[in-house]
């Protein structure tokens, strides 16, 4: 089978994102003056949509002041991914596992949250079996409101003592982690309180690490005891909050390019459903990406809007999986192989979210593996 790709007659892509590595520093320049300490850099679903390999390199890359002492996956699969890809930063999963897990995290020494007297000495068990001249490093997780993981703040007080008897875990860290820190916050002071209270009754200089935010706890809350960060979304450059974003380099933009430009006249109805019918003879752009993308379906036309040649062009008629079209009665000299930001540096992917009634999060993670990943110095 010829290699297609590299064959001088291979095309472009017609979607692809452009990564900036430059603003990946930026953005954590930007974590670590917010908070002291050191950063975990939240690696999962594909380094949200970035490339969990290359964000990883690129983040291993920079000088040792910098750099992030953990990179924080969902799974064994995104952990052995990163192991891999030859990384060297510590490996943290960031959920509880599941026991077909727990042989593979031990085996390589990947660091595990522990939510439960079970999964502790199930690890114990593990690691006197595969590395009896060592101990596992793990960190503890309370749950302080999300109720997702974590020993419940009265049982870990009761049960300190029994886990620090687990002869084969070195308990290096604790963690807990913030369901409303962009929501509420009221509810998110009371949280930080609670888990800074519980670290002093359970004795802060037991732990090398103490941990609670993510982005929006790092740039809305101050703790008394934590001394490491775990930034996901801002690490990309999008703020979970209304505020912050101006400090902040959008990392990721999604491109495509104009495959076809026509005047269509009045009445002329526009994608499936015909929901949207020209009211005057419009000049009409297919641009060449649409769900099966990335790009959300359920963003509304008229409403929505693409940059095309930079300026902003009305989305017409309902997003099909290849193409979508806009327009462009705006831009007399719009073409064919003109180029497209459907969001990115211009278009904030929150502004995305919020018409499709999502979140950031979920449209970067959507984006597709059809679409090629660009990656600028
Ligand atoms: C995903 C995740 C984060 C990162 O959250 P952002 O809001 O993207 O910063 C931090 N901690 C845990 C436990 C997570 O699951």
Redesign the pocket.
């Known amino acids: 089978m010829p290699d297609l790709e590299s064959s001088p007659a291979a095309s472009p892509p017609r979607a692809w994102a452009e990564i900036n590595l430059a603003h990946l520093r930026h953005n954590l320049e930007v974590v670590n003056s917010h908070q002291p300490g050191d950063v975990m850099a939240?690696l999962?679903a594909g380094a949200?949509g970035h490339g969990m390999e290359e964000i990883a390199g690129a983040l291993e890359a920079l000088p040792r002041d910098i750099a992030p002492i953990f990179f924080?996956v969902?799974s064994a699969i995104e952990a052995r991914r990163l192991a891999h890809a030859g990384m060297q930063t510590r490996i943290y999963l960031?959920?509880a596992t599941c026991p077909f897990e727990r042989r593979e995290i031990v085996a390589y020494r990947w660091t595990p949250c522990i939510s439960s007297m079970d999964e502790a000495a199930d690890f114990n068990r593990i690691a006197q079996q595969m590395i009896p001249s060592d101990k596992l490093k793990v960190h503890l997780t309370v749950d302080t409101g999300m109720g997702r993981g974590g020993f419940l703040p009265n049982d870990l007080l009761q049960l300190q003592d029994k886990l620090e008897k687990l002869a084969y875990l070195d308990i290096e860290g604790i963690?807990s982690?913030l369901p409303c820190a962009?929501e509420d916050e009221a509810f998110t002071r009371a949280q930080f309180e609670q888990f800074d209270t519980l670290i002093e009754e359970l004795g802060a200089e037991k732990f090398r690490y103490i941990h609670l935010a993510?982005?929006?706890g790092?740039l809305g809350y101050q703790s008394r005891h934590t001394n490491l960060q775990?930034?996901?979304?801002?690490?990309y450059g999008i703020s979970?909050l209304a505020t912050n974003q101006n400090e902040l380099k959008p990392v990721l933009s999604l491109k495509s390019k104009v495959s076809l430009v026509r005047t269509l006249p009045a009445g002329q109805g526009i994608s499936y459903g015909r929901e949207t019918v020209l009211a005057h003879d419009t000049q009409v752009a297919t641009i060449g990406i649409g769900y099966g993308d990335g790009y959300p379906r359920s963003m509304p036309p008229k409403l929505a809007s693409v940059l095309v040649n930079g300026k902003r062009c009305p989305l017409l008629g309902r997003v099909t999986m290849d193409q979508i079209m806009v327009d462009v009665s705006s831009l007399p000299d719009c073409s064919s192989g003109d180029e497209v930001e459907l969001f990115g540096e211009n278009i904030l992917v929150s502004e995305i979210a919020q018409l499709a009634h999502t979140i950031p999060?979920a449209v970067l993670t959507a984006i597709t593996p059809r679409v090629t990943r660009v990656y600028n110095p």
């Open positions: 939240v999962k949200y924080g969902a960031l959920g963690g982690h962009d993510n982005s929006a790092i775990r930034p996901g979304l801002m690490l979970p999060w």
